[in-house]
């Protein structure tokens, strides 16, 4: 079901900067890629671009691009004759996604333990020591993720299985972790109790212990403790 809500409403913020130059899209991508995932672009809202062009104070031309980048990325979908609208979000695709992702990122993580070098552990503790200095809420009353915590937080994941050697399964995994940000910001609004910061350091001291079922154990109720959270706060499944 397509949104109503005008920009107005969606956005009540200041507009973000937005770089000038040759990396201007690549900028506007990511500020609109941000928007959607924390829904002040809401699912199904369609993104006209004049209107996007003032709020972000860029060109029509930039913001197209980026818009066809969000699209190539599934953040965003294009309509012939009605233009881009952000992609609704929806229990079955939550379950999807996760279906599939408990597929690949434990298959990723065996391998990248089994081929992982000091050089790897390095890499996997810095991110790790980075993420557990960062405040996980930018906001504690309303439940939102911080943007520095987020990108620890992925930097995190894709640490643990970079010494993977294949180059499909970690391009795959990158994918559907990407897919499934949104539904983690969703999953943060619960009120369930969940100690991250421990499942985390369980999961990385399982990787440099070089115990691959246990790691693959614990990323795996880590990834469905999220799925969980969110679908429940996602609303009923369709029939």
């Given at each position: 079901?397509?949104?109503?809500?005008?920009?107005?409403?969606?956005?009540?913020?200041?507009?973000?900067?937005?770089?000038?130059?040759?990396?201007?899209?690549?900028?506007?991508?990511?500020?609109?890629?941000?928007?959607?995932?924390?829904?002040?672009?809401?699912?199904?809202?369609?993104?006209?671009?004049?209107?996007?062009?003032?709020?972000?104070?860029?060109?029509?031309?930039?913001?197209?691009?980026?818009?066809s980048?969000?699209?190539?990325?599934?953040?965003?979908?294009?309509?012939?004759?009605?233009?881009?609208f952000?992609?609704?979000?929806?229990r079955?695709?939550?379950?999807?996604?996760?279906?599939?992702?408990?597929?690949i990122?434990?298959?990723?993580?065996r391998?990248?333990?089994?081929?992982?070098?000091?050089?790897?552990?390095?890499?996997?503790?810095?991110?790790?020591?980075?993420?557990?200095?960062?405040?996980?809420?930018?906001?504690?009353?309303?439940?939102?993720?911080?943007?520095?915590?987020?990108?620890?937080?992925?930097?995190?994941?894709?640490?643990?299985?970079?010494a993977?050697?294949?180059?499909?399964?970690?391009?795959?995994?990158?994918t559907?972790?990407?897919?499934?940000?949104?539904y983690?910001?969703?999953?943060?609004?619960s009120?369930?109790?969940?100690?991250?910061?421990?499942?985390?350091?369980?999961?990385?001291?399982?990787?440099?212990?070089?115990?691959?079922?246990?790691?693959?154990?614990?990323?795996?109720?880590?990834?469905?403790?999220?799925?969980?959270?969110?679908?429940?706060?996602?609303?009923?499944?369709?029939?």
């Amino acid at each position: 079901m397509k949104s109503d809500i005008t920009f107005a409403q969606a956005i009540p913020h200041e507009p973000p900067a937005v770089e000038h130059g040759s990396t201007m899209a690549s900028a506007l991508a990511e500020t609109i890629r941000t928007d959607i995932i924390r829904g002040r672009l809401a699912p199904g809202m369609r993104l006209k671009v004049q209107e996007l062009a003032r709020l972000y104070d860029s060109g029509t031309i930039p913001v197209r691009e980026a818009l066809s980048r969000l699209t190539t990325s599934g953040f965003v979908y294009a309509l012939d004759r009605r233009g881009f609208f952000v992609k609704e979000i929806s229990r079955e695709e939550l379950l999807d996604l996760t279906r599939v992702r408990l597929m690949i990122e434990p298959a990723a993580l065996r391998d990248s333990i089994e081929h992982g070098d000091i050089a790897w552990e390095e890499h996997v503790l810095s991110a790790h020591h980075r993420m557990s200095r960062l405040r996980i809420h930018a906001d504690a009353m309303k439940h939102e993720l911080d943007l520095d915590w987020e990108a620890a937080h992925d930097n995190f994941h894709r640490q643990l299985i970079s010494a993977c050697s294949s180059a499909w399964l970690l391009q795959f995994a990158d994918t559907l972790r990407d897919q499934t940000t949104r539904y983690r910001h969703i999953s943060v609004s619960s009120r369930q109790a969940r100690d991250v910061a421990a499942e985390h350091a369980a999961i990385l001291d399982a990787c440099l212990a070089r115990k691959p079922d246990l790691a693959v154990g614990l990323i795996c109720d880590h990834i469905n403790t999220t799925a969980s959270l969110a679908l429940s706060e996602t609303g009923p499944a369709k029939q």
